[in-house]
């Protein structure tokens, strides 16, 4: 039994920055891989940044490179996203899922969606 729920977004500047939490609920919410996506409207879900169990290994899409930080204290069972410098074009809905498995390169190896946080990057 697993469930994430996200939370954090809202409506932000250029140049300002976010903390996005994910909050995984279930005994074994430790085990899975946690990716963060995002949907603009009209565009494709696209993975935005990932990280292991164990929090060691993280992944990062070029654009997001530099300016997001994912990190997760497993004590709370809660995943992370640090995003800084954000621009216009960083507006989307914001989810977070699970991988049973490990980062993988698809969102569609991922469940247990949440229902997602708007970010808004707007002046």
């Known amino acids: 039994q697993l469930q994430l729920v996200e939370s954090g977004g809202g409506l932000v500047q250029p140049g300002g920055s976010l903390r996005l939490s994910c909050a995984v609920s279930?005994?074994?919410?430790?085990?899975?891989?946690i990716g963060w996506f995002r949907q603009a409207p009209g565009k494709e879900r696209e993975g935005v940044s990932c990280i292991s169990p164990s929090g060691e290994v993280t992944t990062y899409a070029d654009s997001m490179e530099g300016r997001f930080t994912i990190s997760r204290v497993n004590s709370e069972k809660s995943v992370y996203l640090q995003m800084d410098n954000l621009k216009p074009e960083d507006t989307a809905v914001y989810y977070c899922?699970?991988?049973?498995?490990?980062?993988?390169?698809?969102?569609?190896?991922?469940?247990?969606w949440g229902q997602g946080t708007r970010v808004t990057v707007s002046s």
């Open positions: 279930g005994s074994t919410a430790n085990y899975y891989a």
């Open positions: 899922a699970a991988d049973p498995v490990f980062c993988r390169n698809s969102w569609t190896d991922f469940h247990s």
